[in-house]
């Protein structure tokens, strides 16, 4: 009889462990508004990978004509990082307002 409780007890406990995990799911993704983007533009392009995105931002900024608006959080001293600051360079001194804003 001791031994049927004990089961009872641990089916209920799984059971309701169960239960808490059903229902927190329900309530974070009811309450998760991250992947809810607002945007004043339909004009949006997703990368997949770091080189196409490093390839297209390097082009728009040689086609800039009046400023250019970057910003960061993490830079480095690469490859890629010395291509861009040459380039933003380039078009500061071609008059073109540049403005980057990076963390430290």
């Not at 001791?2 to 009872?8: D, E, Q, S």
């Not at 992947?35 to 931002?57: A, C, H, R, Y």
Request: proline share 0%; hydrophobic share 45%.
């Amino acid at each position: 009889m001791i031994y049927l409780t004990i089961v009872g007890c641990i089916v209920l406990f799984i059971f309701l462990l169960y239960i808490d995990y059903i229902l927190g799911k329900m309530l974070s993704a009811r309450n998760n508004h991250s992947m809810k983007w607002n945007t004043s533009s339909d004009d949006v392009t997703f990368f997949d990978s770091g080189q196409d995105l490093f390839e297209k931002m390097l082009k728009d900024i040689e086609n800039a004509k009046t400023s250019i608006d970057v910003q960061f959080f993490i830079i480095r001293n690469d490859q890629i990082s010395n291509r861009f600051y040459s380039l933003l360079a380039q078009k500061h001194a071609e008059g073109v307002e540049v403005r980057m804003l990076a963390d430290w």
